[in-house]
């Protein structure tokens, strides 16, 4: 059974092809989930982008000096937590990291 979406501001119905479904943006844009109260570990970072590699997002994107001083607001902000020691959890909070990656993503060497 095919689903229409009515407008209210203007007469217009359109079909939304079977097997697709509506999904809203939140307040900031991002579509689907939510990121807000989200935190991301290296494993759902490396998902956001593109299943580039760990080292890759390190050199392009944490450890980048074009991009040094946000992220090291980001990292005095407990958006990004890490202890530096050799196999301690990075926690990244998600929101401020796509906001960032929103910004910058022509600039990447995708």
Same mark, same amino acid.
């Given at each position: 059974?095919?689903?229409?979406? @009515? #407008?209210?501001?203007?007469?217009?119905?359109?079909?939304?092809?079977?097997?697709?479904?509506?999904?809203? &943006?939140? &307040?900031?844009?991002?579509?689907?989930? +939510?990121?807000?109260?989200?935190?991301?570990?290296?494993? !759902?970072? =490396?998902?956001?982008?593109?299943?580039?590699?760990?080292?890759?997002?390190?050199?392009? %994107?944490? +450890?980048?000096? /074009?991009?040094?001083?946000? %992220?090291?607001?980001? @990292? =005095?902000?407990?958006? #990004?937590?890490? /202890?530096?020691?050799?196999?301690?959890?990075? =926690? #990244?909070? &998600? =929101?401020?990291?796509? !906001?960032?990656?929103?910004?910058?993503?022509? !600039?990447?060497?995708?």
């Amino acid at each position: 059974m095919a689903q229409y979406i @009515e #407008i209210p501001t203007k007469p217009i119905k359109f079909e939304i092809p079977e097997g697709m479904k509506i999904v809203t &943006a939140d &307040a900031h844009g991002y579509e689907g989930e +939510s990121l807000l109260g989200k935190t991301w570990t290296k494993v !759902e970072m =490396r998902q956001w982008c593109g299943n580039k590699s760990w080292d890759w997002i390190l050199v392009n %994107i944490i +450890s980048n000096p /074009k991009y040094s001083r946000q %992220i090291g607001e980001m @990292e =005095r902000n407990n958006q #990004i937590v890490h /202890k530096g020691m050799k196999g301690s959890p990075w =926690r #990244i909070k &998600a =929101r401020p990291m796509a !906001e960032f990656l929103d910004e910058h993503w022509e !600039e990447l060497p995708w």
